[in-house]
């Protein structure tokens, strides 16, 4: 299965692209800062992560998060 990862997926274009990606049988995985944002997208059928790009430690969890995959 094919993988993408959409940074800042909880409105707007990431999160049609999550949308159109999942009805198309991706693996999507996708980032939101709130839990609102968190909960919409896992109810779509991606994989969430929390993350906000402007903070540093925020950054490095993804980073870890992330390992091994491709
Ligand atoms: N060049 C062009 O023609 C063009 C056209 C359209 C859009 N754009 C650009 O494309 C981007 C997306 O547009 P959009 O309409 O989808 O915008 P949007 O509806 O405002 O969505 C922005 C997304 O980014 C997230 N985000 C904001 N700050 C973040 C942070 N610090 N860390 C992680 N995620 C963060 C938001 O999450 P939250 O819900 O947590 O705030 C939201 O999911 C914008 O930068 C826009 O200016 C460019």
Known sequence: MRTVLLIGASRGIGFELARQYIEEGWRVIATARSDEGL????AMGAETLRLDVANPASNSGLAWQLDGEK
Do not use: C, F, V
Not at 39 to 42: D, G, H, I, T, V
């Open 39 to 42: 909960a919409k997208l896992k």
